[in-house]
């Protein structure tokens, strides 16, 4: 086992070779810088010789010197390329930003184009509504005071402070609509009121799609067999063809399905709220049963040429009570009704 001399004795050994490697490197390291600082101020003799008699010019460098001016001059041309790189980057950037704002106001145009186009509809629109709002019985002044008078609105065109005109217009038509509002809705209470009246009142056409025309009027007519005058208790609707849906004029129900051979042919009665009865006459066929219900516009039958008819046409009356009126007043009702729709 080694003792604790041997030890001692490596441990020595190995710190003087350590030493001496250190010493050797360092020796090395001061050598090389030696020779680069002595070939660093080594100097040389530059000498500019005319060639005329004139004197001769010369000065000393040393390569340190050359060193550091070369050294500068490479920063400069690098510096130079730097910049124009840069420059040239920021040129681009700059085109593009332009092209971009270029976009942007075109945008801008055409959304003020837009904003004023909703402006004049709007203009329109105000006296439309005043005037719905007075066929109801509602004062259209309400609508225009404070904030919703479109008058005012138009003709003011002071703007807060920093906002643009075009934003304080939307802003002020957006305070507008937002007043007429309630306006509208109450006339939409009105027309829901209106179609629930009409809906058990025969008032629509009694052919499905809106489809045919008026070939004998209600009145004084004559008699296509006996061509004879007489009172026509309806309406002749034709189509041109047998087959095509008839439909209810009212909500009701039926109160009779049945068949006169000499007469009306194929029939339907309907009885609707308020004493009113509608007859659907000449069908060739029909779709319902005695004493159900329907819906105004449901299909209760089909044009036909039953009884003593001369061709597929449908014969409709309207009767109140016991008395029979010209049901074409009736079914103009929903044209000719309170907002003026032209017949």
């Keep these: 086992m080694p003792s604790v001399h041997d030890y001692k004795y490596f441990e020595a050994g190995a710190w003087r070779k350590a030493g001496k490697a250190l010493a050797a490197i360092g020796r090395v390291i001061l050598g090389a810088l030696k020779s680069i600082g002595a070939f660093l101020i080594r100097r040389y003799t530059v000498v500019f010789v005319p060639h005329s008699e004139k004197r001769v010019y010369n000065f000393h460098v040393n390569v340190l010197s050359i060193f550091c001016f070369f050294l500068v ?24 930003a332009s092209s971009r704002l270029n976009n942007v106001q075109a945008s801008l145009d055409q959304m003020k184009d ?19 709002l007075s066929t109801i ?16 609105f138009f003709d003011i065109r002071e703007t807060p402070e920093g906002m643009p005109r075009e934003a304080d217009d939307m802003r002020r038509l957006a305070t507008y609509f937002a007043s007429v509002t309630n306006p509208l809705i109450e006339i939409g209470g009105v027309l829901g009121s209106q179609a629930e009246i009409l809906s ?52 009701g129900q039926v109160v009779s399905v049945n ?78 009704s309170w907002w003026g729709i032209p017949n």
Aim: glycine content about 14%.
């Design 200 to 251: 058990d009142i025969p008032s629509i056409w009694p052919v499905a799609g809106g489809i045919g025309r008026v070939t004998m009027h209600f009145g004084h007519n004559r008699h296509p067999f006996t061509r004879q005058f007489y009172i026509h208790n309806g309406i002749d609707i034709a189509t041109g063809r047998a087959g095509d849906s008839v439909v209810a004029a009212a909500n």
């Design 137 to 152: 019985g509602r004062d259209a002044g309400g609508v225009a005071q404070g904030h919703g008078d479109l008058d005012a």
């Design 73 to 96: 001059i490479g920063g400069m041309i690098g510096g130079f390329f730097m910049y124009s790189a840069a420059n040239h980057e920021r040129r681009e950037v700059a085109i593009s």
């Design 114 to 132: 837009e904003a004023n186009n909703l402006l004049m509809a709007a203009r329109n629109f105000e006296p439309a509504l005043s005037g719905l």
């Design 259 to 336: 068949s006169d051979p000499t007469g009306y042919g194929n029939y339907i009665i309907i009885r609707h709220r308020h004493g009113y009865y509608t007859r659907y006459a000449h069908l060739l066929s029909s779709r319902v049963r005695l004493g159900q219900r329907v819906q105004q516009g449901d299909v209760i039958g089909h044009i036909g040429s039953t009884g003593m008819s001369t061709g597929p046409h449908l014969h409709f009356e309207v009767i109140i009570g016991s008395d029979v009126v010209d049901p074409y007043q009736y079914i103009r009702m929903r044209r000719s």
